[in-house]
């Protein structure tokens, strides 16, 4: 019988398998997760609230299902945490913020949620988030910072950061985030997991963001065959969302052994000279692209025909925090985190005639890499330019940035194209701390994206981090 706290390393498809087989229970792996949960959270502040007398409960009957024979799903029994942007039947979602009251029924899933539910996961509770998700790292009014695992001095990335935090220490080997610019990519980036940001539509979202079509739900894992898995169960139409897809058709389970031979792959390295990206960085990205060459795909050096969209993108984000902070009154603004008070300002400011013009720029945007992929199956990049900065700041010191998006520019133009992109560690810079490399499809094609990660996890190109030792090297 494996030892309770070995059950925190193992991936969502081995839980699965030692369930089917006897090995261990659904019990075993949710106390094994929740002890895990409730040793990092006061270093790493990933949770908002664990839900332990539910998971357990949850886990008790699914551990009743497997004994007949009759599990609902294939994640039946499996630890899952969701982020605090998502619904989640039963506890308050507050988005990290302040002005969300906890008071009322609470009474509706999310649809990937509720998907979840259908299948008997376990959900083990919600993940920080920065104030509605506004920034690249994690930290709100309402709960703090969170930190980095392998440093807590430094930040985990945003603003699925809890999420990336949980699954990075073993508190879970499921999770889902959302991503609008880089929101499940960064944080995996940062800790060393991957998370993959799934076409546009294909994870149905309720209720609709205030970011509008930039933001998507996606998953967080250890690695491309747990996404894969996630992604079977949470991609199905839910009639709440008009924009949703129809249904994917193959599991994408089942395309994960396709392999990258005769793959076309564009290796952009710096967007064409147009982002600094630092040398460890850039030399793991590289030895990763490398990996991908001997496994049998074509790759060749070149840039996607695109300058740097970023005002584009500064005008639709700050007009979704001028639409979801709208409602507030002088005194709750005032509650408000400092920087999302100020690009709902800003974002008040921008007219109709201004958005249109940010939308006729990501439709060009579009344009240019749907013709770009007619050339190549992939295109990839340092999914970061940089490594994991201190905690509680939105910019590096020193940097010169004004908002998150400048060390952030391989992420959010694919939220404007709607592009599946993941993002999967390949290293380490000279300080420990992890490198990702983002791999873009052109949309519709969540499938080569996923075989490509999973090819590279097969070959050792690709590996999980070894699980830290939550002791913070900044104190």
Same mark, same amino acid.
């Given at each position: 019988?494996?030892? %309770?706290?070995?059950?925190?390393?193992?991936?969502?498809?081995?839980?699965?398998?030692?369930?089917?087989?006897?090995?261990?229970?659904?019990?075993?792996?949710?106390?094994?997760?929740?002890?895990?949960?409730?040793?990092?959270?006061?270093?790493?502040?990933?949770?908002?609230?664990?839900?332990?007398?539910?998971?357990? =409960?949850?886990?008790?009957?699914? #551990?009743?299902?497997?004994?007949?024979?009759?599990?609902?799903?294939?994640?039946?029994?499996?630890?899952?945490?969701?982020?605090?942007?998502?619904?989640?039947?039963?506890?308050?979602?507050?988005?990290?913020?302040?002005?969300?009251?906890?008071?009322?029924?609470?009474?509706?899933?999310?649809?990937?949620?509720?998907?979840?539910?259908?299948?008997?996961?376990?959900?083990?509770?919600?993940?920080?988030?920065?104030?509605?998700?506004?920034?690249?790292? *994690?930290?709100? @009014?309402?709960?703090?910072?969170?930190?980095?695992?392998?440093?807590?001095?430094?930040?985990?990335? !945003?603003?699925?950061?809890?999420?990336?935090? $949980?699954?990075?220490?073993?508190?879970?080997?499921?999770?889902?985030?959302?991503?609008? !610019?880089?929101?499940?990519?960064?944080?995996?980036?940062?800790?060393?997991?991957?998370?993959?940001?799934?076409? &546009?539509?294909?994870?149905?979202?309720?209720? $609709?963001?205030?970011?509008?079509?930039?933001?998507?739900?996606? @998953?967080?894992?250890?690695? $491309?065959?747990?996404?894969?898995?996630?992604?079977?169960?949470? =991609?199905?139409?839910?009639?709440?969302?008009?924009?949703?897809?129809? @249904?994917?058709?193959?599991?994408?389970?089942?395309?994960?052994?396709?392999?990258?031979?005769?793959?076309?792959?564009?290796?952009?390295?710096?967007?064409?000279?147009?982002?600094?990206?630092?040398?460890?960085?850039?030399?793991?990205?590289?030895?990763?692209?490398?990996?991908? =060459?001997?496994?049998?795909? &074509?790759?060749?050096? *070149?840039?996607? /025909?695109?300058?740097?969209?970023? /005002? =584009?993108?500064?005008?639709?984000?700050?007009? !979704?925090?001028?639409?979801?902070?709208?409602?507030? !009154?002088?005194?709750?603004?005032?509650?408000?985190?400092?920087?999302?008070?100020?690009?709902?300002?800003?974002? #008040?400011?921008?007219?109709?005639? /201004?958005?249109?013009?940010?939308?006729?720029?990501?439709?060009?945007?579009?344009?240019?890499?749907?013709?770009?992929?007619?050339?190549?199956?992939?295109?990839?990049? %340092?999914?970061?330019?940089?490594?994991?900065?201190?905690?509680?700041?939105?910019?590096?010191?020193?940097?010169? &940035?004004?908002?998150?998006?400048?060390? *952030?520019?391989?992420?959010?133009?694919?939220?404007?194209?709607?592009?599946?992109?993941?993002?999967? %560690?390949?290293?380490?810079?000279?300080?420990?701390?992890?490198?990702?490399?983002?791999?873009?499809?052109?949309?519709?094609?969540? /499938?080569?994206?996923?075989?490509? +990660?999973?090819?590279?996890?097969?070959?050792?190109?690709?590996?999980?981090? +070894?699980? @830290?030792?939550?002791?913070?090297?900044?104190?």
């Amino acid at each position: 019988m494996t030892e %309770p706290t070995e059950l925190t390393e193992l991936t969502a498809v081995r839980l699965v398998e030692g369930f089917r087989k006897g090995e261990f229970s659904p019990v075993a792996a949710t106390r094994a997760a929740l002890e895990r949960a409730e040793r990092i959270q006061p270093e790493v502040n990933a949770f908002v609230r664990l839900f332990a007398d539910e998971a357990l =409960a949850r886990a008790r009957e699914s #551990a009743d299902r497997w004994r007949r024979g009759e599990p609902y799903g294939p994640v039946d029994g499996v630890p899952v945490t969701v982020k605090d942007i998502l619904l989640l039947r039963g506890a308050p979602t507050l988005r990290g913020s302040k002005t969300i009251s906890e008071e009322g029924s609470w009474d509706e899933d999310a649809p990937a949620v509720a998907r979840l539910r259908e299948q008997g996961a376990v959900f083990l509770g919600k993940t920080t988030t920065p104030e509605f998700g506004w920034k690249g790292v *994690t930290d709100s @009014p309402l709960s703090g910072a969170t930190r980095n695992p392998y440093d807590t001095s430094r930040t985990a990335g !945003g603003s699925s950061g809890g999420s990336a935090a $949980a699954v990075a220490l073993g508190a879970g080997p499921l999770s889902l985030g959302t991503d609008g !610019g880089g929101s499940v990519r960064i944080p995996a980036a940062f800790c060393g997991v991957f998370a993959l940001k799934p076409t &546009y539509g294909r994870v149905p979202l309720y209720p $609709a963001s205030a970011f509008g079509t930039l933001s998507h739900v996606g @998953p967080m894992t250890r690695d $491309a065959a747990d996404a894969a898995l996630l992604l079977d169960v949470i =991609a199905a139409p839910d009639a709440r969302d008009w924009s949703a897809l129809g @249904p994917a058709g193959a599991s994408f389970t089942d395309t994960l052994a396709g392999g990258v031979r005769g793959l076309r792959v564009a290796y952009s390295p710096s967007f064409g000279g147009q982002v600094a990206v630092a040398p460890a960085v850039a030399a793991a990205v590289r030895r990763a692209v490398e990996g991908l =060459a001997r496994l049998g795909a &074509y790759v060749e050096e *070149t840039d996607p /025909d695109f300058t740097d969209p970023v /005002d =584009a993108f500064h005008t639709l984000w700050f007009s !979704g925090a001028a639409r979801v902070t709208q409602h507030l !009154g002088p005194r709750q603004r005032e509650s408000l985190d400092p920087g999302l008070r100020e690009i709902s300002a800003t974002g #008040a400011r921008r007219s109709a005639l /201004d958005y249109l013009a940010a939308v006729d720029v990501r439709m060009e945007l579009g344009r240019r890499m749907g013709r770009f992929h007619e050339s190549y199956d992939l295109l990839v990049t %340092p999914t970061l330019p940089i490594t994991a900065f201190e905690a509680g700041i939105e910019v590096p010191k020193g940097s010169g &940035y004004r908002r998150w998006t400048g060390w *952030t520019p391989f992420t959010y133009p694919f939220n404007m194209t709607q592009q599946p992109a993941a993002t999967v %560690p390949v290293g380490a810079d000279g300080a420990g701390l992890p490198v990702g490399m983002q791999i873009v499809a052109a949309r519709h094609r969540d /499938d080569l994206v996923l075989r490509a +990660a999973h090819a590279l996890y097969e070959a050792g190109v690709a590996a999980s981090f +070894a699980f @830290p030792s939550f002791t913070s090297s900044g104190s």
